[in-house]
């Protein structure tokens, strides 16, 4: 079974600055996805970035990028220049083809921006 | 992207009653899905519901308890049957396009 693991229940970040947060996840598999969905108060899911298993090169969107190990089985969402607006609840989710497209998440990481 | 909402948005319901979840997507999608937030965790897998075929449950949930229809390519039900305050909970259907999933704005149920 897929397992997905983020360490960081809380963290923290100035506005402007750059924060990390860590997931780790399990698999026998070589064809998967990982993804980072961004949950702020509103409760609504948002797709913040997509990583294919079979592509080298890191994800960026913006202001987010992604330091995906493979071989660590590590995959990293780093947020530059914080803004308020990131202020959510972030989880860290792996799919996998051969589970019929579901989605393993892990147990999520509350970023807090300060002013 | 496709554009998912859902009906209600939030209901507060008596325990034993029954509460239905509506799921609509502006285009036709194969894969629809339905997870469970309960306070303060993150999401599970309830279902996956396919048109065509009946839902796929995971493990600890059973169609007794959570009924889904899937009529066509655009629209799904849940029902939350029988009701008991342990459902109070966010749920949450998607739908998937290529390999990515993406959300509707949830229902929040509170059971009394």
């Known amino acids: 079974a897929q397992t997905v693991t983020q360490s960081q229940p809380e963290m923290s970040v100035q506005e402007a600055e750059t924060v990390t947060l860590s997931c780790t996840y399990d698999?026998?598999?070589?064809?998967?996805?990982l993804f980072w969905y961004k949950q702020p108060p509103s409760r609504q899911m948002i797709l913040v970035i997509r990583?294919?298993?079979?592509?080298?090169q890191n994800a960026t969107e913006n202001r987010f990028s992604v330091n995906f190990q493979k071989a660590a089985k590590s995959f990293s969402l780093k947020i530059s220049d914080s803004q308020l607006g990131d202020a959510a609840m972030y989880f860290c989710?792996?799919?996998?083809?051969?589970?019929?497209?579901?989605?393993?998440f892990g147990k999520g990481t509350l970023l807090t921006v300060n002013p | 992207s496709a554009v998912i909402s859902q009906k209600p948005s939030r209901d507060i319901c008596q325990r034993g009653t029954s509460l239905t979840i509506q799921c609509q997507v502006d285009?036709?999608?194969?894969?629809m899905f339905w997870y469970r937030q309960q306070p303060g965790q993150s999401l599970t897998l309830i279902a996956t519901?396919?048109?065509?075929?009946?839902?796929?449950?995971e493990s600890g949930f059973v169609i007794d308890k959570f009924p889904i229809s899937r009529p066509n390519l655009t629209f799904s039900t849940l029902t939350v049957s029988n009701m008991s305050p342990e459902d109070s909970s966010i749920y949450l259907c998607?739908?998937?396009?290529?390999?990515?999933?993406?959300f509707g704005p949830g229902t929040r149920l509170l059971v009394l």
């Open positions: 519901a396919n048109q065509g075929s009946e839902a796929t449950y």
């Open positions: 285009s036709q999608v194969t894969m």
């Open positions: 989710a792996s799919l996998h083809r051969s589970s019929n497209y579901k989605l393993t």
């Open positions: 998607s739908f998937g396009q290529g390999a990515s999933q993406y």
């Open positions: 990583q294919e298993a079979y592509k080298q």
């Open positions: 698999t026998s598999e070589s064809d998967y996805y």
